[in-house]
C-alpha cells in the first residue's frame, strides 16, 4: 500500500563553474515563454530526463568515483585518487578525511550505531569510503512542483548509495534535500527513506520531493556511493528523473487513444498479495501493505516467462523483502521498487503519464505497467477492496472497447486477480491520487514506444 498527502501520509555541491551559471540563464527565456495554463486551472506538467550512457555521466562533477561504458549503461564506481577534498555535506555530517594509502575519502556514520530511527543504522554505524557525482544544472522547460528520482544500479553487500536534490525557487537555490539510501543488500546496511525534511523552501515525503509556496524552475541531483571496505563499490548503471507540476484529473492534457492496443491482453502472471501466507513474514505483513512488490513481481515474472530468464521470476515475500524502507516502514516505496527490478539488470524507472492513452503505447509495445492509485468507496467499482489510501496495481492490456485490464493483486486469491475497469474511472483514481505515477520496467534492449511520448519517458 502506499498513502498520499491530503489522503492520509505522506557545500561542495556549488555550481560547477560560470559557464553552468550562464547556461541557466540562457534558459530561463524558455521557463518564461511556455506557461502551463489551461482554462479553469494550471495543468499537469511532466518532464522526464534519464541519464545512462558514459557520455551522460561525464557531464557530471566526478570525486572520487570514475564513469566508463558498461554493456548497455554507464559503470559509475568509486575511483582512487589523489588530494581529493573530503566534505562532510556528501555524507549528512559525521567525520571525514581524506586516506593517502587508499585513495578514497573516508566518512564516519552521523550517527552512532542503531542511533537512528526505531534503533536502526543511519549508513552502517561505522567506518566508510566514499565518493560523489554531482549532476549539471537540470532547466525544466516548465515550472515544477514535485520530484521524483529513481535508478539502476548494483550494491554488492557492504556498498550502498544516498541521492540529493536541491532546486532553483525564483532566484534562490535551496539547501541540498536528503533522497533515500539504497542497498540491494540489508544484511548490513537498512535502506530507508529520509523522515522530518520539511521546511520554507520543500519537504520530502518518503520518495518524493515536493517544493514549498514556489513552484522551482531547475534542479541538481547528487549522488554518493559508499562501500565498508577500498575494494568493494556499487555500480551506478543510470538516474531518471520526472519532474512535474502537479494539478488532477480534470487539467490533464487531452490525448486520444491508440485504438490499436485496444484488445491486446499481455500475459502477465497473476498473484494475490492477500494469501494468508504471507501475514506472519513480516516487512509489512502481507495483505493490503504488499500492493507494490506483489506487483513488481508480477511483471518480472511476465518478463521472465518472455525471455526465459528463472531469476527474474522472484517469489512476492522476496520482493517485498528487498524493496522494505526501513524509516516508511513499508514496501510501497516506489524508487525501491524499480531499483529493486532494476538490480535483476531489467531497466527500470518511475515516470509520470497524462492518460491512459499513453499507457496504450507501452501495451501496443508489450510492456506492461504499474500504476499508483488511491480511491474512495464507490470510485473504482469491481476492486476488491472498498476503498485505498494508496495502492499499485499491473495494467497488462485493454478489452476491444478500450476499458482497463489489470492484474489487481488486492484480489483474494491468485485466480481472480485479472480485472476489467473503467476506462474513466481507473485514469480518475490514478490521477487524482499519484499524479499518473507508474513503474516502467522492461529488458533493456527492448523497443520502447515513442508515440505520445510528451517528455514523460
Not at 548497455?72 to 585518487?81: C, F, G, K, P
Not at 575519502?105 to 549508513?123: E, F, H, I, L, T
Not at 504488499?290 to 521472465?304: D, G, N, Q, R
Not at 526501513?326 to 510501497?332: A, M
Request: proline share 5%.
Amino acid at each position: 500500500m502506499r498513502s498520499f498527502p491530503g489522503i492520509s501520509d505522506r557545500n561542495r555541491r556549488n555550481l560547477f563553474c560560470f559557464c553552468l551559471l550562464s547556461l541557466f540563464v540562457s534558459g530561463a527565456t524558455l521557463l518564461h515563454t511556455i506557461q502551463p495554463s489551461l482554462a479553469g486551472g494550471i495543468q499537469q506538467y511532466n518532464e522526464f530526463w534519464q541519464q545512462q550512457s558514459g557520455q551522460d555521466f561525464q557531464h557530471w562533477q566526478q570525486h572520487g568515483v570514475s564513469v566508463t561504458n558498461g554493456m548497455t549503461a554507464a559503470n559509475v564506481q568509486l575511483d582512487r585518487q589523489k588530494n581529493l577534498a573530503c566534505n562532510t555535506r556528501d555524507i549528512d555530517g559525521g567525520s571525514v578525511s581524506y586516506v593517502e594509502q587508499v585513495g578514497l575519502c573516508q566518512g564516519k556514520d552521523p550517527y552512532p550505531a542503531r542511533g537512528y530511527v526505531q534503533g536502526q543504522n543511519y549508513y552502517n554505524g561505522g567506518a566508510f569510503y566514499f565518493g560523489t557525482l554531482t549532476s549539471p544544472i537540470n532547466v525544466v522547460h516548465q515550472p515544477f512542483t514535485s520530484l521524483v528520482a529513481s535508478w539502476n544500479a548494483t550494491t554488492p553487500a557492504g556498498t550502498w548509495l544516498e541521492f540529493h536534490v536541491r532546486v532553483l525557487e525564483k532566484r534562490f537555490w535551496t539547501h541540498w534535500y536528503r533522497l533515500p539510501i539504497w542497498a540491494s543488500d540489508s544484511s548490513m546496511i537498512t535502506r530507508h527513506s529520509n523522515s522530518g525534511q520539511s521546511d520554507r523552501t520543500g519537504a520530502v515525503e518518503t520518495d518524493t520531493f515536493v517544493t514549498g509556496k514556489q513552484p522551482a524552475r531547475a534542479y541538481q541531483i547528487a549522488v554518493t556511493l559508499f562501500s565498508m571496505t577500498a575494494n568493494n563499490s556499487p555500480h551506478l548503471k543510470r538516474v531518471s528523473v520526472i519532474a512535474s507540476y502537479d494539478t488532477n484529473a480534470q487539467t490533464t492534457p487531452v490525448i486520444a487513444p491508440l485504438k490499436a492496443a485496444w484488445g491486446i491482453n499481455l500475459a502477465v502472471p497473476q498473484r494475490s498479495q492477500m494469501l494468508d501466507a504471507y501475514r506472519q513474514l513480516g516487512f509489512g505483513g502481507g495483505g493490503e501493505a504488499w500492493c507494490s512488490p506483489t506487483s513488481t513481481s508480477m511483471v518480472m515474472a511476465y518478463w521472465a516467462q518472455k525471455l526465459g530468464q528463472a531469476d527474474l521470476r522472484q517469489a512476492v515475500p522476496d520482493a517485498a523483502r528487498a524493496s522494505f524502507d526501513y524509516t516508511y516502514q513499508g514496501t510501497g516505496n516506489w524508487p525501491f521498487n524499480t531499483a529493486y527490478a532494476g538490480s535483476y539488470n531489467l531497466k527500470s524507472f518511475v515516470t509520470r503519464l497524462y492518460s491512459m492513452s499513453q499507457v496504450e503505447s507501452w501495451i501496443q509495445a508489450g510492456i506492461p505497467l504499474v500504476i499508483s492509485v488511491a480511491y474512495q468507496p464507490g470510485a473504482l467499482p469491481d476492486s476488491p477492496i472498498a476503498s485505498s489510501t494508496g495502492h499499485l496495481l499491473v495494467v497488462r492490456g485493454f478489452t476491444p472497447h478500450g476499458d482497463v485490464i489489470t492484474n489487481d493483486p488486492a484480489a483474494s486469491s491468485d485466480d481472480h486477480v485479472q480485472i476489467i475497469y473503467s476506462r474513466t474511472r481507473l485514469q480518475t483514481v490514478w490521477l487524482n491520487a499519484s499524479h499518473g505515477t507508474v513503474y516502467v520496467i522492461y529488458p533493456e534492449k527492448w523497443l520502447i514506444p515513442t508515440l505520445n511520448r510528451l517528455n514523460s519517458w
